[in-house]
Structure formats: C-alpha cells, structure tokens
C-alpha cells in the first residue's frame, strides 16, 4: 500500500508526463524505482504514457475501451505489425516481458502438480 506521500508524488509526475511538460530526471527515476515495485505506480506511469503519446481517443472507439482498461503497450516501438516471420516472434517474445513470462503472477495456477 502507498503513503498518501508516495501517491500524490507519483500522480503529480504521472500528470506532467500525460500532459507533455518538463520532468526532472531524479523525478523520472524515482517514479520508475515505484513502478517497478509497486503495481499501483506502474499502471499510473503506463496510462500516462499512453496519454502523452496517443492523446485522447474518440469516444466509444476501441483505443478509448484499451485505455480505460489499461491494456496493451502504450510504447509503439514494442508492437509488432504485420506478417512475421518465426525468428522475429522469438525474439520478441524472448524479450523482458512480465506478462509473457509470468511474473508478478501466482506461481500455483501454473503448476502441474
């Protein structure tokens, strides 16, 4: 759980990187240590990224729907596009990926026990 301290810093920083404005780098590194270890300031950092790259989507569109509901990778860079050829797919898939990996997950729903 996050101290009311820790909330309001990493929203204030959250909202400057939505809006586009100048964030000090000791900001932009504390905010990152957070996100890291606290799933609440990752998916604030996530929404705000995703606000300053792609703005405000159309009402009722799908890009509204996966912001609101905080899915996808708000960096295009990380998206594949297209046809892929299997080297490719492993490699981006070999990549550091959380959710691919399993991390941050419970390690009893996986087993085979």
């Known amino acids: 759980m996050l101290s009311t ?5 990493a929203e204030f920083i959250c909202s400057r ?3 586009g404005q100048e964030v000090a780098l000791s900001d932009m ?6 996100a890291k270890s606290n799933n609440s300031v990752e998916a604030m950092l996530r929404r ?8 405000e989507p159309p009402e009722g569109s799908l890009d509204a729907f996966m912001q609101a509901m905080d899915l996808g990778d708000p960096d295009p860079t990380n998206h594949l596009e297209g046809a892929q050829n299997p080297v490719n797919l492993a490699e981006w898939f070999s990549e550091d990926r959380k959710w ?11 087993s085979h026990d």
Not at 5 to 9: A, D, E, M, N, S
């Open 5 to 9: 301290k820790v909330r309001l810093q």
């Open 17 to 19: 990187i939505a809006t």
């Open 29 to 34: 590194q504390w905010i990152q240590k957070w």
């Open 48 to 55: 705000a990224r995703r606000a300053a790259i792609q703005g």
């Open 100 to 110: 691919f990996q399993g991390e941050g997950t419970d390690p009893t729903i996986y």
